[in-house]
């Protein structure tokens, strides 16, 4: 079943009405990555809030964390990620083209049909350097020294391979490790008893070898992870909380239920840390595809950390009187696919008043812009008080301004961008100090007073029925 709105409308909206360019554009873009521009950023800084809202905020089990991107490379190791965070990539013999594995079915091409080489595993994890360290030119220049000199200067390469291994980081590709590490300084210090959450939004990088399907899947992006600590024995009874929960925040937010569905990964499929998990899938322009896994992740993380720092991460249960490792249930969610999912649910077009218009019905605590000030025209005698309206909304909302082309053209421009409500002011609104709020959704139009403008704005905001008892409600003209 095909969604009702394909990708390139997307695209071209999200570029035309300053939500997501492509990265580097004035040098021909780079692959895959994208920049969010003026309204993208307040779109994902909402997806961000509320995420942080459902999970940190509204529920005292939970507590933040920011940890860094670059962490020490013995993290990496005692994860798994070195050894085991690889796909299987093929390369065409013919164009050259790299492939993983399982994109290229019947062994052929997808470009060209050619005849594709033996897979080999490729580590998807970014490795830098850290400090003055100026790899290719050390390395060329020790291994042109080991030419003359090859029974001298060979032991000179090897040292400075391994100074060169030693000085070898990798950027993150998930944030849940930097969480696995300070479990104990955050259990520590926020004093909480299991079970018990420690949730994190940040950038993760994976060198994907087909990344795609706009910011679908790119090479960087970000993760809101949550980690939450249970006892052995509990961990099933939590996944499926966990599923239900994050399944419902989905639908909370305003997507549609008919576009989301749950998977569980076959055992083939599992991650090499996971028990058991969940996808919530979003019916994309692609298909449907993982908005976000929520994985049992055992006792893994904890119990390879352990091992490998020499540290002892259990938790001692002063209840039940006894100490274990806790098990990990993990709900992990993509900001900028759930940003894409977030507009493509919103996206209509739809027949008004014999006029064809695009809007975004985004969920009102998610649209970029809560309210445009809209003056009638750009007049001299409107133009003061539609000003003095825009100073009143401001500070408690993201508020826009807007006194450019026909009222009709701009009360289109912000169906586009979702923005909820509209304030006109018109040449009435001198004599009467009184303005008209026009609804995005239903193109109801009520009419209120200037003074406490802010405070119907907020109910209207939160959703709230207002009494409009004392105004008058008229359709757009
Ligand atoms: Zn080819």
Redesign the pocket.
């Known amino acids: 079943m095909p969604t009702k709105v394909d990708m390139e409308k997307i695209v071209s909206l999200c570029k035309r009405r300053g939500f997501i360019f492509p990265s580097s554009e004035i040098y021909g873009g780079l692959a895959s990555c994208w920049d969010y521009g003026p309204m993208g950023v307040e779109l994902k800084r909402n997806v961000k809030e509320a995420w942080w809202k459902a999970i940190v905020q509204d529920r005292d089990d939970v507590v933040g964390l920011d940890t860094s991107i670059m962490m020490h490379p013995g993290v990496w190791a005692a994860s798994g990620h070195i050894d085991s965070f690889t796909d299987p990539l093929v390369e ?1 013999k ?2 050259h ?1 790299r492939w993983r594995a399982d994109t290229a079915e019947g062994g052929k ?1 997808p ?2 049909a ?1 005849e594709l080489t033996e897979p080999r595993m490729f580590n998807l994890m970014f490795q830098t350097f850290m400090g003055p360290v100026d790899v290719k030119a050390e390395l060329s220049g020790a291994r042109s020294l080991a030419f003359g000199a090859p029974e001298i200067s060979g032991v000179g390469v090897a040292k400075l391979e391994e100074q060169l291994d030693r000085a070898t980081i990798y950027l993150r590709p998930e944030t849940a490790q930097g969480i696995f590490v300070n479990f104990e300084n955050v259990v520590t210090t926020s004093r909480k008893k299991l079970p018990m959450g420690i949730a994190q939004i940040g950038k993760s990088f994976r060198n994907e070898i087909t990344p795609g399907n706009f910011i679908f899947r790119t090479r960087e992006f970000e993760h809101m992870e949550l980690e939450y600590f249970v006892k052995p024995g509990t961990d099933e009874k939590w996944l499926d909380y966990w599923v239900k929960e994050r399944f419902n925040w989905y639908v909370k937010m305003g997507i549609k239920k008919e576009n989301l569905r749950l998977r569980e990964h076959g055992k083939d499929e599992l991650a090499h840390y996971a028990k058991d998990c969940y996808d919530v899938e979003y019916l994309f322009p692609m298909g449907w595809s993982e908005l976000e896994g929520i994985a049992n992740r055992g006792d893994f993380d904890l119990t390879q950390h352990a091992k490998c720092s020499g540290r002892e991460l259990s938790y001692h249960d002063a209840e039940a009187g006894e100490r274990y490792v806790p098990y990990v249930i993990e709900p992990s969610a993509g900001v900028d696919r759930s940003v894409l999912a977030f507009i493509i649910d919103a996206y209509e077009e739809e027949e008004v008043e014999k006029e064809k218009r695009t809007v975004l019905h985004f969920h009102r605590s998610l649209a970029p812009i809560k309210v445009a000030v809209l003056p009638l025209s750009r007049n001299e005698k409107l133009t003061p008080l539609a000003k003095e309206v825009f100073r009143q909304l401001c500070p408690s909302f993201v508020t826009d301004y807007d006194d450019s082309q026909s009222i009709g053209r701009r009360y289109r421009r912000q169906d586009e961008i979702g923005t909820p409500f509209c304030v006109t002011i018109d040449f009435e609104s001198i004599g009467d100090k009184q303005v008209t709020i026009r609804d995005r959704d239903s193109l109801a139009q009520i009419r209120v007073p200037i003074e406490g403008l802010d405070k119907v704005i907020e109910t209207k905001l939160k959703g709230e029925a207002f009494d409009a008892s004392t105004l008058w409600a008229t359709r757009e003209k």
Do not use: A
Request: some cysteine; charged content about 10%.
């Open positions: 065409c013919s164009c083209v091409c470009k060209c050619g």
